[in-house]
């Protein structure tokens, strides 16, 4: 095999692996630790996801509503949102979602036909509010993950009793273009024809 071929051949190769998903370490907002999220609906706090698990924690009650924006990049799709720690005298609390990086609706008189989901939050821990809000009543609705894009959490206690939150904003790996695998396989195809062979 010529240099210039086996230049071009780890080319394909190295093109292909860089245009593969890379995993990332994963984000989190803390409202102990970030700041308080947004009460105000047209511009909610953001937060960038990574691929795993992003852990978001804060505090609601009547009268302070969080607000939150979720990223979700190119080749990245946003596959759960599981409650993992709920504490509160009061064993409901409410949270929707909206595409977009605003919540259209407001806290009274909301359309719920223009949400794209909605949910009640209670315990248990561990159950995934992402698959409940797709099935909200009277919402537009959803099935599996969402795809890359930027969605707005609306979370919300009505009561004057505290509730205290974590979700997990669990992000995973689209999978690779057709176009970056075919260039994948081709180069791996290139590299293992072009190997020396053993002559007995």
Known sequence: MTPQVRSLLLLLLVTGF?????????????????????????????LA?????????GTVIAGDIDYLTLHVSA???????????????????????QSGTQFTEPPTGTNVANLLGWSHVSLP???DYLALMGGGSGAIGFSGP??????????????????????????????????????????C??????RPRRVT
Request: a negative charge; proline letters at 6%.
């Open 18 to 46: 860089a245009t593969a998903p890379q995993l990332a370490a994963a984000s989190s907002y803390d409202e102990a630790v970030s700041g308080d999220i947004s009460g105000n609906r047209l511009a909610p706090t953001s």
């Open 49 to 57: 996801l990574d691929p795993g698990a992003n852990l978001i924690s």
């Open 75 to 97: 080749g990245q799709t946003l596959a759960q949102i599981v409650l993992t720690s709920f504490v509160s005298a009061d064993d409901l609390a409410f949270m929707a979602i």
């Open 125 to 127: 821990t561990g159950t």
């Open 146 to 187: 969402l795809p890359a894009g930027d969605y707005t959490l609306w979370i919300q206690q009505a009561n004057p009793q505290l509730v205290a939150y974590t979700f997990n904003a669990v992000v995973g790996v689209s999978a690779p273009e057709p176009a970056a695998l075919a260039l994948l396989a081709l180069a």
């Open 189 to 194: 195809a290139g590299l293992a024809a072009a």
